[in-house]
């Protein structure tokens, strides 16, 4: 069986653009595959965090794996600084990456631009999103769109080390959804839906009630031309609300362009709301009572133990790879 490795950052607010660009394919890749999913602990503290709230969003992302529907009898779902392995691998993949390569991450120009000075781990945090992954030999990568470019250095880093020291790696793969793939903010299409923007309304979490849910979408961006047609360039805001339309009811764009020829966007968005609320209300549900259950600590220790397993065998053919230790 082939195997995956994804991570999410414990920064809160996860929304359904990190659902439909990632997770959801989390779900449905544990049929076929062994899977690790990652909460990537380590990830976050490349900006400043406050701790408490830190150990709260990695429950919350924990317990939110689970409420999707990531079954850990058949995945392994662990903490990132759980298995010190990430960082130590990290620290010797930094040593075969280059400045110049790191500094050309969009991701590292866009968090860098403008500031007076620039952390150090902004600078190297593809390279520890290369060692999660290299770390578990693994062969697939599902993420959203805005992280190819970390995947084709992760591919570069790797075959670089095995070319120069012999076999060492896996050379994983990225795998991206097709619809949903990225998803814009519902306030400002142009720009994809993230945790971060200071307007609520840009995004739909996870965890939102029926009520926001039908706020933001009723809110959402559109044009005024009045036809519900898929043309992300000249119609940003529709193409969104139907890539997520398409997304979530598992229909391709254009039976959902058919669907709705001839209506307004005000129905459109009803619609959308009604679809919204059904994918979303069992996710609520669970998530509230796993997030409030023992099994969640349970788990995770369990998934440390089996990730460690797997990373240790991995840091033993590192080490011998660059001749670190002495036996
Ligand atoms: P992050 O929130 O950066 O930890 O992202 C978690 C996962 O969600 C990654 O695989 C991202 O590529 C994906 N993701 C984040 N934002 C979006 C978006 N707006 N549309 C689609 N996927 C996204
Ligand atoms: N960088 C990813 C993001 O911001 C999260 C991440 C960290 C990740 N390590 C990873 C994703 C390893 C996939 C595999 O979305």
Known sequence: MKRVFSGVQPTGNIHIGNYLGALKQFVDLQEDHECIYCIVDEHAITVPQD???????????AALYMAIGIDPRKSIIFVQSSVSGHAELGWILC??????????????????????SVGTGLLTYPVLMAADILLYDTDVVPVGNDQKQHIELTRDI?????????????VPEGRFMKAGARVMALDDPTSKMSKSSPNNHSRISLLDEDSKIKKSIMRATTDSDGEIRF?????????NLLSIYSAFSGTAIEDVEADFRGKGYGDFKKALVELTKEA????????????????????????????????????????????????
């Open 51 to 61: 701790p408490k709230e830190l150990r709260k969003h990695v429950l919350d992302v």
């Open 231 to 239: 043309d992300p360039e000249n119609k940003p805001g529709v193409s």
């Open 158 to 170: 790797a075959i670089r080390v095995n070319n120069k020291y012999g076999e060492t790696f896996v």
């Open 280 to 327: 979303l209300a069992p996710i609520r549900q669970n998530f509230n009572e796993i997030r409030e259950s023992e099994e969640l600590i349970r788990v995770l220790d369990e998934g440390a133990e089996k990730a460690d397993a797997i990373a240790q065998k991995t840091l033993k053919r590192v080490r011998d790879t660059f001749g670190l230790g002495y036996r």
């Open 95 to 116: 040593c075969n990456s280059y400045t110049g390569e790191l500094t050309r991450m969009t991701q590292f120009k866009a968090k860098s631009g403008g500031q007076e």
